[in-house]
């Protein structure tokens, strides 16, 4: 099992910046793919980004070109980037992971952005 602990949600006014960090337990090399995703109040949970092993990178449509997602190897950490936040970016976050020991989820961490 990986362990995964998001950090850096909070409350920013629309048009702000959010970095969240998803640390895993065990080296990133080891995690075949990594996704954040989001739940926002009373609706299910999406997909919003995600990055593989090999670096490639995938985003929902309505991300794309305002997140982006990284990956540190030496903090063992997975990062995503959030740039000019709407109101409908307001959700808890979550990160995934994929590896030889399966899907492994996060706490999450809550995200609230103001008009």
């Known amino acids: 099992q990986v362990h995964l602990v998001e950090s850096g949600g909070g409350l920013v006014q629309a048009g702000g910046s959010l970095r969240l960090s998803c640390a895993a337990s065990?080296?990133?090399?080891?995690?075949?793919?990594v996704e954040w995703y989001r739940q926002p109040p009373g609706d299910q949970r999406e997909l919003v980004a995600g990055?593989?092993?090999?670096?490639?990178?995938n985003y929902v449509g309505s991300v794309k070109d305002r997140f982006t997602i990284s990956g540190d190897a030496f903090k063992n950490t997975v990062y995503l980037q959030m740039n000019s936040l709407k109101p409908e970016d307001t959700g808890t976050y979550y990160c995934?992971?994929?590896?030889?020991?399966?899907?492994?989820w996060g706490q999450g961490t809550q995200v609230t952005v103001s008009a």
């Open positions: 995934k992971s994929n590896s030889r020991w399966g899907y492994d």
């Open positions: 065990v080296s990133i090399s080891n995690l075949f793919l």
């Open positions: 990055i593989t092993d090999g670096g490639t990178t």
